[in-house]
T-cell receptor, first 113, second 112 residues
Framework: DSGVTQTPKHLITATGQRVTLRCSPRSGDLSVYWYQQSLDQGLQFLIQYYNGEERAKGNILERFSAQQFPDLHSELNLSSLELGDSALYFC????????????FGQGTRLTVV | DAKTTQPTSMDCAEGRAANLPCNHSTISGNEYVYWYRQIHSQGPQYIIHGLKNNETNEMASLIITEDRKSSTLILPHATLRDTAVYYCIVRVLTNTGNQFYFGTGTSLTVIP
């Protein structure tokens, strides 16, 4: 158990819908990362937050957004969902945004039908 | 975006050392090499990281060449539970923060 909690574990929704994925980082960790893993693209970095502020952006679509709240939990919002958004979404956390290891949650499996 | 090159797959006999290579020829001086593994769609698990010197922990050893253009992860006594995809990652430092770029990884199969 990494200490990073993601909910829900599974999510099935229809195209065009909007969903919210939630991540609770390990106690004391200030930095949160979101990753997408689809079958054909491997693990893709989406976005990073540090202590409530966006720190880095990767391959995140404009239909996706994220935020980190004062209690340090984070949410990833996916809207206007398409079939291609079906993937595993992982959250990771680390103590700081610097050169430390990150701990990953078990992921949310999103299926868009 | 990934800046590392790894073999697609490898096999290792149970109980033997597994040596997983990684090339990162464009690594810059302030970038670290990290290794993670992912067991069948579970969340990736941190293994080890290093900058210049060789590193060892309870899971593995990391050997980095002197020119830092390549490294090798060593699992000293591989078990069946070590079957996983192993990712070699170079930690990118930017003005706004740090990001992990995962490559395609090496699928290691430990054979009984």
């Amino acid at each position: 158990d990494s200490g990073v909690t993601q909910t829900p574990k599974h999510l099935i929704t229809a195209t065009g819908q909007r969903v919210t994925l939630r991540c609770s980082p390990r106690s004391g960790d200030l930095s949160v990362y979101w990753y997408q893993q689809s079958l054909d693209q491997g693990l893709q970095f989406l976005i990073q937050y540090y202590n409530g502020e966006e720190r880095a952006k990767g391959n995140i679509l404009e239909r996706f957004s994220a935020q980190q709240f004062p209690d340090l939990h984070s949410e990833l919002n996916l809207s206007s969902l398409e079939l291609g958004d079906s993937a595993l979404y992982f959250c990771a956390s680390s103590v700081e945004a610097g050169r430390t290891e990150a701990f990953f949650g078990q992921g949310t499996r999103l299926t868009v039908v | 975006d990934a800046k590392t090159t790894q073999p697609t797959s490898m096999d290792c006999a149970e109980g033997r050392a597994a040596n997983l290579p990684c090339n990162h020829s464009t690594i810059s001086g302030n970038e670290y090499v990290y290794w993670y593994r992912q067991i069948h769609s579970q969340g990736p698990q941190y293994i080890i990281h290093g900058l210049k010197n060789n590193e060892t922990n309870e899971m593995a050893s990391l050997i980095i060449t002197e020119d830092r253009k390549s490294s090798t992860l060593i699992l000293p006594h591989a078990t069946l539970r070590d079957t996983a995809v192993y990712y070699c990652i170079v930690r990118v430092l930017t003005n706004t923060g740090n990001q992990f770029y995962f490559g395609t990884g090496t699928s290691l199969t430990v054979i009984p």
